[in-house]
């Protein structure tokens, strides 16, 4: 069988994260340095290197401003998937508001693909216990799976207890998603993070090195994640807090490098590709997705 190692990328900007939305409000954005197209292509040449794939999750405001961008990541065999449009929180929307944000971002990112794009990531992960709404309205808009489930226990976000691996969610009235979750190993009795995200730049290279090639070794699928931010330590700084300084700012002359080292580990692939082999989806049910959803409730 293939690798079952995914690669996942969240295409958003420096000034877009939750942690300096003091500093950067959404009103503000178009005012910011936009670094993205240098930052994403700084994580598309470290994956020609490697002759790895990846799963994009562009957000829709970022598409928007850089369409070519998201073309040439297709154009370089990579799947297009949704962050959503304006980078709000799930646990701070309707559901109202979820389904209009996330319907845009699917529709403007086909269109700029010219693919389906089945798979959903949430800001920060927040598809948590109280926002599993919208993994319903994920099913209904045409998404075929979600990538935002992160089985630890953390204060914005985490579901500590959920499935570690990827799986089906019967989400009744016939309608299902596949669930990829965040990747964890075990210690003890409790799920922590093995790598990605912020995790890739702050934890011990050690500990990540064992994580992941331990997650190899049970020929399970899992996935790691990066911000093309984190590859951009010449972004401009912030007065901010010593907590978001380390959480934001700490290592990311080295986020190039470690993340290098880890796509030596094994071939990594994109996560449509994956779930494509293991049988969750189909290649006839991603065509039929970028029909109207409006089918599907």
């Not at 290197?49 to 297709?74: D, K, N």
């Not at 730049?201 to 699928?221: C, D, E, N, V, Y």
Request: with cysteine; charged share 25%.
């Amino acid at each position: 069988m293939s690798s079952l190692a995914a690669l996942s990328v969240d295409v958003e900007d420096y000034f877009q994260v939750e942690s300096l939305r003091r500093f950067c409000p959404r009103d503000r954005w178009p005012e910011f340095e936009d670094r993205t197209e240098a930052s994403t292509h700084r994580v598309l040449d470290v994956l020609d290197a490697h002759q790895a794939r990846a799963t994009f999750f562009v957000l829709g405001w970022s598409a928007e401003r850089h369409p070519g961008l998201v073309r040439q990541i297709t154009q370089r065999g990579h799947e297009i998937a949704s962050h959503g449009y304006a980078h709000e929180l799930v646990t701070r929307q309707t559901p109202v508001e979820f389904r209009a944000d996330v319907q845009r971002a699917k529709r403007l990112l086909e269109d700029l693909c010219g693919q389906p794009v089945v798979g959903y990531r949430a800001p920060s992960y927040t598809i948590v216990s109280s926002t599993r709404w919208a993994l319903d309205i994920l099913a209904q808009e045409g998404y075929l799976y979600d990538s935002s489930i992160f089985p630890i226990k953390r204060l914005r976000y985490g579901i500590p207890g959920a499935p570690r691996w990827p799986h089906q969610i019967d989400l009744g009235k016939g309608r299902t998603l596949v669930e990829y979750p965040l990747p964890t190993v075990k210690l003890g009795w409790i799920n922590a993070p093995a790598t990605g995200g912020a995790y890739l730049r702050l934890l011990p290279m050690s500990f990540q090195t064992r994580a992941l090639k331990g997650l190899i070794k049970t020929r399970r699928p899992f996935v790691v994640n990066v911000h093309p931010w984190e590859l951009d330590p010449e972004q401009p700084r912030f007065p901010v807090g010593a907590r978001t300084k380390w959480t934001h700012y700490h290592n990311l002359n080295l986020t190039k490098n470690r993340l290098s080292a880890f796509l030596s580990l094994t071939k990594f692939r994109c996560q449509l590709d994956i779930l494509r082999d293991l049988g969750f989806i189909a290649e006839s049910m991603d065509e039929e997705s970028v029909s109207s959803p409006l089918s599907n409730r």
